[in-house]
């Protein structure tokens, strides 16, 4: 399934015909608008809501992205869904594709402030890559389309995708509202010897291929697990950890797309284009507000958010969709 855009912007077309015919700007008799063309105009201008909301909610993305390297891209996959009527599957990976693109300008704004430590990227990154690789191109293809009948309920894989990303969006959201604010350890090089923090890579590489398989199933980028494991266990600046942050995200969607044929074979590349400009606006202005918002309140009231959504979908999928 792919986006049909001129079916996003109907609405619009039905505004202009509405303000064009003689009875819009007339009226009746007497001159004013009828009844019936003033609720034509309304409706046609509700039609218009979706389109401008997931433009609006794509863009804060990744403002959430660009400021704390993490938690945004977990509202892609719902935006696409619930907005845009996208499938689940298909969103995933449109997520991935959008996610890729802007936290890639999000990570270069960031390397021009800092040095990154593309050395910690490799190594984190890399087996990211190949837990991608793996969910998308092994793991996904393989789980039926009817996995069974629970509690009267049809596990299908679209709701279960759905479900696991609802789950994500809860683990997510209180990570962001109970992660303390860590002290950064400047001393973060893998190969300095004289560094206060003995780095382990093993760990880095586990952390890696786990956060690569989620998000090769969900679509989601992850950096809410990848921020806290650089500042904590590397010890790399906040700043710095959010740069990188932003690379390892790019370099394992990226991955994904590269081994997700269903993407290739559906793609509605105008619909993709004009949202990955709206995440990469998102996370340009994200990257620039990073040293003027107060990041900690900012995270906590993200957190809050993402958790309300995870349970919402939770209750809508599981609850409200047997009673419609």
């Known amino acids: ?31 004013t608008p009828t009844l019936q063309n003033t609720v034509e105009l309304i409706s046609a201008e509700l039609m218009l809501d979706d389109t401008v909301t997931s433009y609006l909610a794509v863009i804060f993305m990744g403002v959430v992205l660009g400021i704390l390297g993490g938690g945004g891209s977990v509202l892609t996959v719902p935006i696409l869904v619930y907005l845009c009527k996208v499938e689940p599957i298909l969103a995933s990976s449109y997520s991935l594709w959008i996610v890729s693109f802007a936290s890639l300008f999000g990570a270069f704004r960031y390397a021009l402030n800092y040095k990154l430590p593309y050395d910690l990227i490799l190594i984190f990154g890399a087996p990211s890559v190949l837990g991608v690789v793996l969910a998308r191109a092994v793991l996904l293809p393989n789980i039926p389309d009817e996995i069974a009948n629970v509690a009267g309920t049809d596990l299908t894989k679209d709701l279960l995708i759905l479900l696991l990303f609802a789950l994500l969006m809860i683990a997510a959201g209180a990570a962001l509202i109970y992660q303390k604010d860590h002290p950064e350890n400047h001393k973060f090089s893998i190969a300095d010897k004289d560094s206060s923090k003995k780095i382990k890579v093993l760990p880095l590489i586990l952390e890696g291929i786990f956060t690569g398989v989620i ?3 969900v679509g989601a980028g992850g950096g809410f697990m990848i921020v806290p ?96």
């Open 1 to 31: 399934m792919s986006v049909d855009f001129p079916k996003e912007f109907g609405g619009f077309y039905v505004f202009l015909a509405a303000r064009s015919s003689p009875l819009m700007r007339h009226g009746s008799d007497t001159n």
């Open 215 to 217: 998000t090769g199933l």
């Open 229 to 324: 494991v650089l500042v904590i266990l590397v010890g790399l600046p906040m700043k710095m950890a959010v740069g990188t942050s932003l690379a390892i995200i790019s370099l394992k969607s990226f991955s994904g797309i590269l081994a997700d044929a269903t993407f290739w074979q559906n793609a509605n590349w105008q619909f993709l284009i004009q949202f990955t400009i709206a995440a990469v606006i998102g996370i340009l202005l994200g990257s620039l507000l990073a040293n003027k918002l107060p990041a900690r309140r900012l995270k906590v009231g993200f957190g809050w958010f993402v958790l309300s959504l995870g349970i919402y979908i939770l209750i809508k999928e599981l609850v409200l969709s047997r009673y419609s």
